[in-house]
């Protein structure tokens, strides 16, 4: 993966979506997963063509039809991408993020417990 297109785009996140769910499509195929109003085969083809120069998705050929799938998996495009949001937003700081999302999704007395119970697990 390139280093330095390591974020996608709104249209780009959704069509790696659908190839994560799906772990393989035609262009039809992913045009098909997605809800109304459906973007163009073009369109669709247009992401799948920048994904791939950006390393994010490959092709085998069947017959006349490419099938892509993901190269990079979710996972680790989440871990990319929340590391470079807690390095750029953050300053680097993990706590700071945590309590980000902790205050603005207003969590319950029980929900900041299950973070505490799996900061301790993840501790020791």
């Known amino acids: 993966m390139k280093e330095e297109s390591?974020?996608?785009?709104?249209?780009?996140?959704q069509v790696m979506n659908i190839l994560w769910e799906k772990r393989h499509a035609t262009v039809a195929e992913?045009?098909?997963a997605f809800t109304e109003p459906r973007p163009a085969y073009?369109?669709?083809l247009t992401f799948l063509r920048?994904?791939?120069?950006?390393?994010f998705v490959g092709h085998r050929k069947e017959s006349r039809l490419y099938v892509y799938h993901p190269v990079v998996q979710k996972g680790e495009y989440t871990r990319m991408y929340m590391k470079e949001v807690r390095d750029s937003l953050?300053?680097?700081s993990a706590k700071s993020l945590i309590s980000f999302?902790?205050?603005e999704e207003n969590l319950s007395a029980g929900e900041v417990q299950e973070l505490i119970d799996m900061l301790q697990k993840i501790n020791s």
Request: aromatic letters at 8%.
């Open 101 to 103: 999302f902790a205050e």
């Open 30 to 32: 992913a045009v098909e």
């Open 42 to 44: 073009n369109t669709v």
């Open 90 to 92: 953050f300053d680097g």
């Open 50 to 55: 920048i994904l791939e120069e950006k390393g």
């Open 6 to 13: 390591k974020t996608l785009t709104k249209g780009e996140l």
